[in-house]
């Protein structure tokens, strides 16, 4: 987990949501044997993929970040409109994580990203790594 919290954006922003935001996920394809877990003393987890996926920030998510800022600033607790629809909410969320999770273990922990493969048979994936791939959260 790199802290979102960092200073990368200049101050340029009043937000903590990183422009692009990097999501790593390793899918297991098999379990390692009991013999190999021994002989590697753990170290070894078995063959498998690791994704990496890469989400970078919309102009209309900046909007709403702008707004959710100015919001703030006016130390107004009346929700404005625009925040009550479901996109402007997820927004405000995501900015609370990356405003706290760095250094609240709690909240990191709410971070959950559920991939969905189509095709896992095709890659290798079986059953069981599908089902283990659904409750990932980030690292």
């Known amino acids: 987990f790199q802290d979102c919290n960092n200073d990368n954006n200049n101050n340029k922003n009043p937000w903590k949501s990183p422009d692009i935001f990097v999501v790593s996920l390793s899918i297991p394809t098999d379990s390692p044997t009991?013999?190999?877990s021994l002989i590697a003393g753990g170290?070894?987890?078995?063959?498998?993929?690791?994704?990496?996926?890469?989400?970078?920030?919309?102009?209309?998510?900046r909007n709403v970040l702008?707004?959710?800022s100015r919001h703030n600033?006016?130390?107004n607790n009346n929700t404005a409109t625009s925040q009550q629809d479901p996109f402007s909410r997820s927004?405000?969320?995501?900015?609370?994580?990356?405003?706290?999770?760095?250094t609240d273990p709690k909240m990191f922990s709410r971070f959950l990203?559920?991939?969905?493969?189509?095709?896992?048979?095709?890659?290798?994936l079986t059953m069981a790594s599908t089902t283990t791939t659904?409750?990932?959260t980030t690292t």
């Open 134 to 136: 659904t409750t990932t």
């Open 43 to 61: 170290a070894e987890d078995g063959r498998g993929y690791t994704v990496c996926v890469y989400f970078a920030m919309k102009e209309e998510t």
């Open 66 to 68: 702008r707004q959710i």
């Open 73 to 75: 600033n006016n130390n």
């Open 113 to 124: 990203f559920i991939p969905v493969s189509q095709n896992g048979k095709e890659i290798g």
């Open 34 to 36: 009991f013999i190999e």
């Open 91 to 102: 927004v405000r969320l995501f900015e609370r994580w990356c405003r706290y999770a760095a």
